[in-house]
């Protein structure tokens, strides 16, 4: 039985496979749980330098390149379930490129990423699990 943040674990596992496919479930829990985690670490870091500020009168430059670095290590994770949710709609990975278009991109990814997938076999494997 898969519990909800195993949703977030499994693509980070799977953060260099772009084979496959990545049902609406996992790809909208992943996103979910990655909102969730980034407003949380950044909760956490206000809250941190805030405090180190009113105790020692200095501000901590430390959170915001720690916060970067999280952002930064969960790109290959984005990129590779997007991939896999591509496929599930029978489309090559290379369409998430659309990303780097200037506002239609994105609207147009956001639209491929709430398409159902396709039923049974595509080109890319079987249906995935839930």
């Known amino acids: 039985m898969k519990t909800a943040f195993s949703y977030f674990l499994q693509p980070l596992r799977q953060s260099f496979d772009f084979t496959g496919r990545a049902n609406r479930t996992q790809y909208w829990l992943f996103v979910l749980w990655e909102i969730i985690l980034i407003i949380l670490w950044a909760v956490l870091a206000i809250t941190l330098e805030t405090q180190l500020k009113n105790a020692f009168g200095v501000t901590a430059a430390f959170s915001l390149p720690l916060f970067a670095l999280a952002i930064l290590a ?52 079987l249906l995935p699990k839930q």
Request: net charge positive.
């Open 74 to 125: 969960l790109i290959p994770a984005n990129i590779a379930i997007r991939c896999r949710r591509l496929h599930d709609i029978d489309m090559s990975g290379w369409w998430q490129l659309l990303i780097l278009v200037p506002s239609l991109g994105g609207l147009i990814m956001l639209i491929f990423m709430l398409i159902p997938g396709t039923k049974g076999e595509n080109r890319y494997g």
